[in-house]
């Protein structure tokens, strides 16, 4: 009889095969698709633009890596998320932030909301909304003072201007800007959210690339245009035009990039509807009656708190169970 | 008899890489009876079967060497005539150590001069005797799962089935052996679907392929087009797994079969094209299962073929009748790469459920450290049973198997498609398979606590 070899090859469980799809490819579109965003910032901000995203990827990165390492954790930075993190706060803060306090909301981004609870897949919060959030909360005249966009200038008009959303709650009256620069990004704002364009071309990327599925952002942007286009149909003379609401503040980018986020947001597709739903009702309710002209990163915030809640409640049935039996 | 696209959408699945390009052109060779043959008496899910024939004895091909161990199991008979050399254990296909019956080939394929004849008129026949005659055939399902086909075709009173589900979606990538089947063989197979709508009375019956086989398609149609009654082609999208039972049985007729039942509770059968032509050849001409059709492939394989193999022959053999590897494997799958088992070494043999045979070159055995959730959810839309992969599996990780028995992991199919699509390459199915054995031990450690307090 012939003799058994003991040789063995590679013995493991099926599957056999796989996608090829990665957290860090993931991560990678992800900042891929954030380019756009990034020259618009660029264009209508110049170098302070640049010089923001320059520092909170820098920073991110950096105590990502120290951080990992003291807690001798693998995998390091290579998953690129911290590298998301920091553009996503960049586009996030207003033009004339000083880069120190940049490098503060970058630190609290990284080690207070996403390595305490244990780094990527851990956080409840989004990091870079949950930065953006201490910042306001301990510099609010520096996050609320906006320079006037200067297309074609090196650095950001040093006119200190009001948003568009933020005028309107002030001032009232017809707005400034016309939906045109709004969909190119010609307005103030942070350095990120103000190119309409930029923005819908990023997010059709990811939409691609199966990054995002269209659930969230739709349910989002579609709550925000519902509800502000029945506020306007009631009273049109103290309320702006849904068009103007979704164009404006930090809305697209939110929806696109931040209610997005994979680790802090449902993985059913009806949870992401329920998510999207959350976000525009509290981003409308901040907007119309909040103490603040914007409300977007704390709609989001506040929807990631109730993430657990959603996915526990929302539980997809499975195939073969029927509602009501066992 | 007409064509319709599926007009239920598959649930959940995934898009592998199919590359069935390397066989599904190449018809079907015979290969030339092995000199050794390893007959496992495990090749069906039950009871194994039990040894008839010791060391020494001389058999002759189509002979019982080993009969049902109880109704949920199957007769296994000589794939050729020789001595049996050897009958102990010996590790399988499956993985596992099962009785096997090792024979001797004398050259000869003499075959077994008390072989019941078949039943040509079949049509005159009682259901009793017809799946009498499948039963001592030894016919299992085919098409991978390897239930005894009397038990499926023997409905306990009260269960009416009207539905015929034959399967031919063949999901799994590389595999073209029921694709083969359906283009070189449809005549039988339409032969054997009649006889298992005759034994079950069913009035309805649906031939599900998936729409990247429109030849078999075709074929199907031209063998089906003077059937009576409610008979249909239902296209299929293509996409894994479609040829799951209960997904298949979903698309086919929009019937769901609920959690823990069986299709016979929405009044469906599912069998394979494979077996189909089995209970054909076994009724018509007496003829029980020792061969069936494998497809050999993988880039590490020389001569990628379809084979009409004899079931025992071993993989070494198999693989030399494909001109062998090319170069030393780096894994070697017994089936397709979804749900296929790796094999040690090409020792193990061929059985009544092995659809395919893949090498893998060492380049493409491709090896993950697994990542933390991303919480992406790509596992939950691939789930073609709703399940939350992601989920289940941080509960299995944390061995919290009460939670995981609440999200229904007993319901998993084990097919593949969460791990398939992790990006953070997690062992998703994996965890299932784990859970669902340590809740299985935990039910039955339940029950007979109960039984205990009685």
Same mark, same amino acid.
């Given at each position: 009889?012939?003799?058994e070899t003991?040789?063995?090859?590679?013995?493991?469980?099926?599957?056999?095969?796989?996608?090829?799809?990665?957290?860090q490819?993931?991560?990678?579109?992800?900042?891929?698709?954030?380019v756009p965003?990034?020259i618009?910032?660029?264009?209508?901000?110049?170098?302070?633009?640049a010089?923001?995203?320059i520092?909170?990827?820098?920073?991110?990165?950096?105590?990502?890596?120290?951080?990992r390492?003291a807690?001798? +954790?693998?995998?390091? *930075?290579?998953?690129? !998320? =911290?590298?998301?993190?920091? #553009?996503?706060?960049?586009l996030? @803060?207003?033009?004339?932030?000083?880069?120190?306090?940049?490098?503060?909301?970058?630190?609290?981004?990284?080690?207070?909301?996403?390595?305490?609870?244990?780094?990527?897949?851990?956080?409840?919060?989004?990091?870079?909304?949950?930065g953006r959030?201490?910042?306001?909360?301990?510099?609010?005249?520096?996050?609320?003072?906006?320079?006037?966009?200067s297309?074609?200038s090196?650095?950001?008009?040093?006119v200190?201007?009001?948003t568009?959303?933020?005028?309107?709650?002030?001032?009232g009256?017809?707005?400034?800007?016309s939906?045109?620069?709004l969909?190119?990004?010609n +307005?103030?704002g942070? *350095?990120?959210?103000? !190119? =309409?364009i930029?923005?819908? #071309?990023?997010?059709a990327?990811? @939409?691609?690339?199966?990054?995002i599925?269209?659930?969230?952002?739709?349910?989002?942007?579609?709550?925000v245009?519902?509800?502000?286009?029945?506020?306007?149909?009631?009273?049109?003379?103290?309320?702006?035009?849904?068009?103007?609401?979704?164009?404006?503040?930090?809305?697209?980018?939110g929806?696109?990039?931040?209610a997005?986020?994979?680790?802090?947001?449902?993985?059913?597709?009806?949870?992401?509807?329920?998510?999207?739903?959350?976000?525009?009702?509290?981003?409308m309710?901040?907007?119309?009656?909040?103490?603040?002209?914007?409300g977007?990163?704390?709609?989001?915030?506040?929807?990631?708190?109730?993430?657990?809640?959603?996915?526990?409640?929302?539980?997809?049935?499975?195939?073969?169970?029927?509602?009501?039996?066992? | 008899?007409?064509?319709?696209?599926?007009?239920?959408?598959?649930l959940?699945?995934?898009h592998p890489?199919?590359?069935?390009?390397?066989?599904?052109?190449?018809?079907?060779?015979?290969?030339p009876?092995s000199?050794?043959?390893?007959?496992?008496t495990?090749?069906?899910?039950?009871?194994p079967?039990?040894?008839?024939?010791k060391?020494?004895?001389?058999?002759?091909?189509?002979?019982?060497?080993?009969?049902?161990?109880?109704?949920v199991?199957?007769?296994?008979?000589?794939?050729?005539?020789?001595?049996?050399?050897?009958?102990?254990?010996?590790?399988?296909?499956?993985?596992?150590?099962?009785?096997v019956?090792e024979i001797?080939?004398?050259?000869?394929?003499?075959?077994?001069?008390?072989?019941?004849?078949?039943?040509?008129?079949?049509k005159?026949?009682?259901?009793k005797?017809?799946?009498e005659?499948?039963?001592?055939?030894?016919?299992i399902?085919?098409?991978?799962?390897?239930f005894?086909?009397?038990v499926?075709?023997?409905?306990?009173?009260?269960?009416?089935?009207?539905?015929?589900?034959?399967?031919?979606?063949?999901?799994?990538?590389?595999?073209?052996a029921?694709?083969?089947?359906m283009?070189e063989?449809?005549g039988k197979?339409?032969?054997?679907?009649?006889?298992?709508?005759?034994?079950?009375?069913?009035?309805?019956v649906?031939?599900a392929?998936?729409?990247?086989?429109?030849?078999?398609?075709?074929a199907?149609?031209?063998?089906?087009?003077?059937?009576?009654?409610?008979?249909?082609?239902?296209v299929?999208?293509?996409?894994?797994?479609q040829?799951?039972?209960k997904q298949?049985?979903?698309?086919?007729?929009?019937?769901?079969?609920?959690?823990?039942?069986l299709?016979?509770?929405?009044?469906a059968?599912?069998?394979n094209?494979?077996?189909a032509?089995?209970?054909?050849?076994a009724?018509?001409?007496?003829?029980?299962?020792?061969?069936?059709v494998?497809?050999?492939?993988?880039p590490?394989?020389k001569?990628?073929k379809?084979?009409?193999a004899?079931?025992?022959?071993?993989?070494?053999?198999?693989?030399?009748?494909?001109g062998?590897?090319?170069?030393?494997?780096?894994?070697?799958?017994?089936?397709g790469?979804?749900?296929g088992?790796?094999?040690?070494?090409?020792?193990?043999?061929v059985?009544?459920?092995?659809?395919g045979?893949?090498?893998?070159?060492p380049?493409?055995v491709?090896?993950?450290?697994?990542?933390?959730?991303?919480?992406?959810?790509?596992?939950?839309?691939a789930?073609?049973?709703?399940?939350?992969p992601?989920t289940?599996?941080e509960?299995?990780?944390?061995?919290?198997?009460?939670e995981?028995?609440?999200?229904?992991?007993?319901?998993?199919?084990?097919?593949?498609?969460?791990?398939?699509?992790c990006?953070?390459?997690?062992?998703?199915?994996?965890?299932?398979?784990q859970?669902?054995?340590?809740?299985?031990a935990?039910r039955?450690?339940?029950?007979?606590?109960?039984?205990?307090k009685?």
């Amino acid at each position: 009889m012939k003799q058994e070899t003991t040789q063995t090859w590679v013995l493991s469980s099926s599957p056999h095969a796989h996608s090829g799809d990665s957290v860090q490819k993931i991560m990678l579109s992800v900042i891929l698709a954030l380019v756009p965003a990034m020259i618009a910032s660029v264009v209508f901000f110049g170098l302070n633009a640049a010089l923001l995203i320059i520092c909170c990827v820098a920073s991110c990165v950096l105590a990502e890596a120290v951080s990992r390492r003291a807690m001798r +954790r693998d995998p390091g *930075i290579t998953d690129l !998320s =911290a590298v998301v993190t920091g #553009i996503l706060l960049a586009l996030n @803060l207003p033009p004339g932030l000083p880069c120190w306090m940049a490098v503060i909301g970058s630190l609290f981004a990284i080690l207070v909301a996403k390595q305490v609870y244990g780094g990527l897949g851990y956080n409840m919060f989004n990091p870079a909304l949950a930065g953006r959030a201490m910042l306001m909360l301990s510099f609010p005249i520096a996050m609320t003072t906006w320079l006037a966009p200067s297309v074609g200038s090196l650095c950001a008009d040093a006119v200190t201007t009001a948003t568009p959303l933020g005028k309107f709650k002030l001032a009232g009256g017809a707005p400034d800007y016309s939906i045109l620069n709004l969909l190119i990004g010609n +307005r103030p704002g942070c *350095i990120g959210e103000t !190119s =309409a364009i930029a923005l819908l #071309i990023g997010g059709a990327f990811l @939409l691609w690339r199966r990054c995002i599925t269209w659930h969230t952002p739709v349910a989002f942007v579609g709550t925000v245009a519902i509800f502000s286009g029945l506020i306007y149909k009631i009273d049109p003379a103290h309320n702006l035009t849904p068009l103007y609401h979704v164009l404006s503040g930090g809305l697209l980018l939110g929806a696109l990039f931040m209610a997005t986020d994979m680790v802090t947001t449902p993985v059913t597709r009806s949870g992401r509807l329920v998510f999207g739903i959350g976000c525009g009702v509290l981003t409308m309710v901040f907007r119309k009656w909040g103490g603040m002209p914007e409300g977007v990163s704390f709609a989001i915030l506040i929807m990631n708190g109730l993430t657990p809640l959603i996915s526990k409640v929302m539980r997809p049935r499975p195939f073969g169970r029927r509602a009501g039996k066992a | 008899m007409k064509t319709v696209r599926a007009a239920f959408k598959a649930l959940g699945g995934v898009h592998p890489r199919y590359q069935k390009d390397a066989t599904a052109g190449l018809a079907i060779e015979t290969m030339p009876v092995s000199a050794r043959l390893l007959v496992s008496t495990a090749q069906h899910l039950g009871a194994p079967s039990k040894p008839l024939v010791k060391k020494g004895d001389i058999v002759a091909r189509g002979q019982p060497v080993a009969e049902a161990g109880g109704f949920v199991s199957s007769w296994v008979h000589a794939p050729t005539s020789g001595t049996v050399k050897t009958v102990g254990p010996m590790l399988t296909a499956s993985g596992k150590s099962a009785t096997v019956i090792e024979i001797e080939a004398d050259g000869q394929d003499r075959p077994h001069d008390q072989a019941p004849s078949g039943l040509p008129d079949w049509k005159a026949a009682s259901a009793k005797q017809l799946v009498e005659l499948i039963s001592g055939a030894g016919i299992i399902g085919m098409g991978g799962a390897g239930f005894p086909t009397h038990v499926k075709l023997s409905p306990p009173e009260g269960k009416k089935i009207d539905t015929l589900i034959i399967n031919g979606a063949e999901c799994e990538p590389f595999l073209t052996a029921d694709h083969r089947l359906m283009l070189e063989q449809a005549g039988k197979i339409w032969t054997g679907v009649a006889i298992i709508r005759q034994i079950l009375g069913a009035q309805h019956v649906r031939v599900a392929i998936e729409d990247n086989k429109p030849d078999a398609i075709r074929a199907m149609e031209k063998a089906l087009q003077d059937a009576d009654g409610d008979v249909e082609v239902v296209v299929l999208e293509t996409r894994y797994p479609q040829g799951a039972e209960k997904q298949l049985i979903y698309s086919a007729t929009g019937r769901v079969v609920p959690s823990g039942g069986l299709p016979m509770d929405v009044g469906a059968l599912v069998e394979n094209v494979g077996t189909a032509a089995a209970i054909a050849d076994a009724v018509t001409r007496g003829i029980p299962l020792t061969e069936r059709v494998t497809t050999v492939t993988g880039p590490a394989i020389k001569n990628p073929k379809n084979v009409l193999a004899r079931i025992g022959t071993t993989f070494a053999d198999l693989a030399a009748f494909c001109g062998g590897f090319l170069g030393e494997p780096g894994k070697l799958i017994c089936g397709g790469p979804m749900m296929g088992v790796t094999q040690g070494a090409a020792a193990a043999s061929v059985g009544k459920t092995t659809s395919g045979l893949l090498a893998i070159p060492p380049g493409g055995v491709i090896s993950y450290s697994s990542m933390p959730c991303i919480s992406c959810g790509r596992c939950v839309t691939a789930c073609p049973m709703k399940l939350l992969p992601c989920t289940l599996s941080e509960y299995l990780e944390a061995e919290n198997y009460e939670e995981a028995e609440n999200l229904n992991v007993m319901d998993c199919i084990e097919c593949g498609c969460c791990a398939y699509e992790c990006p953070a390459h997690r062992p998703l199915v994996q965890h299932m398979r784990q859970g669902k054995s340590r809740v299985m031990a935990i039910r039955k450690q339940r029950a007979a606590q109960a039984e205990k307090k009685q």
